[in-house]
């Protein structure tokens, strides 16, 4: 098995063809046998001057492009969601819980100043703080439902000072310890909706602010399905029954 295998690793040899020789009759070589030369086609006067029409842009990138222009969107945000991109290739797990959130920065809290330049409000600094924290709370949110799929993927989410803090020895099953650190990761996140969702409802106003306040509600209802799930993210994802959103919804909606 090891000789297939490393056969099989090897590289393939490459040969050149070798032109085939004319033999006489006895089987003596009569020499190298002339090969008859390829037809030329010629292109049509002009032709092969003329560049390689450009390849087609990918579409996302086509239909987003109009928006782009019209919105006069920066490039910053799509930046950072690249790198975001490259940070989850070269980094496993964050120490401090001020490296998680630089890696928020970068992973949610663009397409909320994505969003707030769709409603032209993107140089209102109050609100874009405001929107950073609803991202970066939804963002926590989803680490905290996602610990064992993360953790399948060779990632984690949860700051290694706050496992330390707790004394979490054991992410791949539920025990008291990561119970605990999930509770306080989920007071973190709280925090976050809360307050900015409620600053950006204030400061949006109208439909569009009850609609921004909603997303953050809904973040804060998984939090709670969460702790009715006694923190146990591996028995199955906890997350907000129909029931439970609708009450959020009502919720954003009256208060």
């Known amino acids: 098995m090891e000789a297939t295998f490393g056969r099989a690793r090897q590289p393939p040899r490459l040969t050149r063809d070798r032109p085939e020789r004319d033999r006489s009759e006895d089987g003596s070589s009569l020499g190298r046998r002339r090969r008859r030369p390829r037809e030329r086609r010629e292109l049509p006067c002009g032709l092969a001057a003329l560049p390689a029409p450009p390849a087609p842009a990918p579409a996302p990138r086509r239909e987003l492009a109009p928006t782009i222009v019209e919105f006069d969107l920066p490039r910053e945000p799509f930046l950072r969601l690249i790198e975001a991109n490259r940070m989850d290739q070269r980094i496993a797990e964050y120490e401090t819980w001020a490296d998680l959130k630089g890696y928020c920065v970068h992973s949610a809290d663009p ?145």
């Open 111 to 255: 397409c909320g100043r994505l969003v707030l330049g769709l409603l032209r409000r993107a140089d209102d600094p109050a609100l874009v703080t405001a929107s950073d924290d609803v991202c970066t709370g939804l963002q926590l949110v989803n680490f905290l439902q996602d610990v064992p799929r993360d953790l399948d993927l060779g990632r984690i989410y949860l700051p290694a000072e706050d496992r330390r803090r707790f004394g979490v020895a054991e992410l791949s099953r539920a025990n008291e310890p990561l119970r605990r650190l999930l509770a306080f990761e989920s007071e973190r996140a709280a925090s976050l909706l809360e307050g900015g969702g409620r600053r950006l409802r204030a400061g949006l106003g109208g439909r569009i602010g009850r609609a921004v306040w909603l997303f953050a509600r809904g973040g804060l209802a998984a939090l709670e399905a969460l702790e009715a799930a006694d923190y146990d993210v591996f028995t199955r994802r906890p997350s907000p029954s129909r029931a439970r959103l609708a009450r959020a919804a009502v919720a954003a909606l009256v208060r």
